[in-house]
């Protein structure tokens, strides 16, 4: 790897929290939603696609991670050097924490009405902590399941790949979105944390996705993929 892709892991990493984020101030308050949950299709889309677009637009060059959860399963399981890894972390931390920055500059006022768009334990799960962390990684669990598929094998053509991803997330959000925020992704919680000084249950969305992202990688590696004989 080089530069070019830790660049695109910036890039990613920016346009996937900032559309991410922006899209739960414009959905929930701009639109005046009546109900919140009702404002998570368009959350749901706006996710997707650009994680879509992504994909295709700079997928070829990094593999677009722009998600911390599945760059440490990359590594976990040796498809990416480790400081391959530990530089794919620094930007999209750089990335995320912009984007949020970039949110709290062009929205100051509505958008600190949902906290940038950082997401938190809803009262659907009566605020459980442990019972957000369990939803982010069953989500996460299927988001490595895509990228996986997209990364590591051939069975998915080049041009399904950002469909795959984006409708994954897509999924996610709508199922997720009403209960925890549906973020699947630390970067996508801690640009928005950062922006509203909100910390409290940042780490749900560190420990949710990676343990999700990591048993999702190693299960399609360990108990989907058949193995290769080895040479006697």
Known sequence: MG??????????????????????????????????ASSFLGIALTTGLILSVMVYAVGYISGCHVNPAITITAVALRK?????????????????????WGHA????????????????????VGQSPIGAVIVEAIIAFFLMFS??????????????????????????????????????????????AIAAGSYQTLWVYFIGPIVGALLGGFVYQDLLLKKKPRAS
């Open 3 to 36: 530069r070019e892709a830790y660049v695109a892991e910036f890039i990613g990493t920016f346009a996937l929290v900032f559309f991410g984020s922006v899209s739960v101030t414009v959905f929930a308050v701009i639109f005046g939603s009546s109900s919140p």
């Open 147 to 192: 990228y996986y598929a997209v990364l590591y094998t051939d069975r998915v053509p080049a041009g399904a790949s950002g469909v795959l991803i984006g409708m994954t997330m897509v999924a996610d959000v709508l199922i997720a979105g009403p209960l925890t925020g549906g973020a699947a992704n630390p970067a996508r919680a801690l640009g928005p």
């Open 80 to 100: 990416l050097e480790v400081d391959d890894g530990v530089a794919y972390l620094i930007a999209q931390v750089l990335g995320a924490t912009l984007a949020g």
């Open 105 to 124: 500059m062009i929205l100051p006022q509505v958008g600190k009405l949902v906290n940038f768009g950082t997401p938190a334990p809803s009262n659907v």
